[in-house]
């Protein structure tokens, strides 16, 4: 296994990380965002306030994206066992 194979492998793998880490964090991002307007809106200045709308939209992303995901992540796992005899040989 040549270096230009495993940095390619690594690269996919980590593409393939900040593809399926991207929705749950842009997610927790804009609910943070809108929580963070609505308090300075009504000033109302609770730091704990943005951690239940954060674990409810992650949690409601993680139930509607999820099948993607293990697909996603499925896929990636059957194309990299089915290359071995092609990376070894």
Do not use: H
Request: one cysteine or more.
């Amino acid at each position: 296994m040549t270096p230009e194979t495993v940095v390619t492998l690594l690269q996919r793998a980590m593409e393939l990380m900040i593809l399926l880490g991207a929705p749950v964090l842009l997610t927790a991002l804009i609910a943070g965002l809108i929580v963070s307007i609505f308090q300075a809106a009504t000033q109302i200045n609770e730091a704990t306030l943005s951690f239940i709308p954060k674990i409810l939209a992650c949690f409601l992303v993680l139930v509607l994206a999820l099948p993607w995901m293990i697909e996603t992540m499925s896929d990636y796992t059957i194309r990299l066992y089915q290359s071995i005899p092609q990376l070894i040989g």
